[in-house]
């Protein structure tokens, strides 16, 4: 228990240094935090071949994801290097970050997709609202009805995705090696 909850809990720290970095013109802070949480993770989670995959998996999906967003115009990122229109190193450290706690602290819905949908659904936009409100990491564009029905559809499909990924590549490797 006290592993998954020390996962929880370096996640919410790598949040907090993304959104409060990027809203404070540090942008810096939160990719500096994650690769802390990553190298941790790494080291002592006892799934680093695993983590390692689904940080090839997260990335790319996180940054088509948020870069859609900013490209449509319906989210602004402080900090956004190298462009407006793609998600910034701070949102790409976040989903790194989000990467490392499948294994962890989320994988109690590993096989529960409703219920992980349902996460994606309800706190994906709310890490984004937290995020605008209190730190102004973000801007969602008015009406914010598009931005946050766009991030609660896309989160919710997200999180069961990314747990069937790895499903499918730890299978993979499996049947692979016994043959």
Aim: charged content about 10%; glycine content about 8%.
């Amino acid at each position: 228990m006290w592993p998954r909850l020390a996962n929880a809990v370096g996640f919410q720290l790598v949040w907090l240094c993304c959104v409060a970095g990027a809203g404070s013109g540090r942008g810096w802070a939160g990719p500096l935090a994650a690769l802390a949480f990553a190298l941790l993770t790494l080291a002592f989670g006892g799934c680093a071949r695993s983590d390692l995959r689904l940080l090839a998996m997260v990335l790319p999906i996180g940054l088509a994801f948020d870069s859609s967003l900013a490209a449509l115009g319906w989210i602004h990122y402080a900090q956004s290097w190298p462009s407006a229109d793609i998600a910034p190193a701070w949102i790409l450290a976040l989903w790194s970050g989000f990467a490392l706690t499948l294994n962890h602290s989320l994988a109690f819905l590993k096989q529960r997709p409703a219920l992980s949908a349902l996460l994606g659904l309800v706190g994906g936009p709310m890490a984004y609202v937290a995020a605008e409100r209190a730190f102004h990491a973000v801007e969602l564009a008015a009406p914010q009805l598009l931005p946050l029905l766009a991030l609660a559809i896309g989160w919710a499909a997200a999180i069961p995705l990314l747990f069937r990924l790895e499903l499918l590549a730890s299978g993979v490797r499996a049947r692979s090696a016994i043959a």
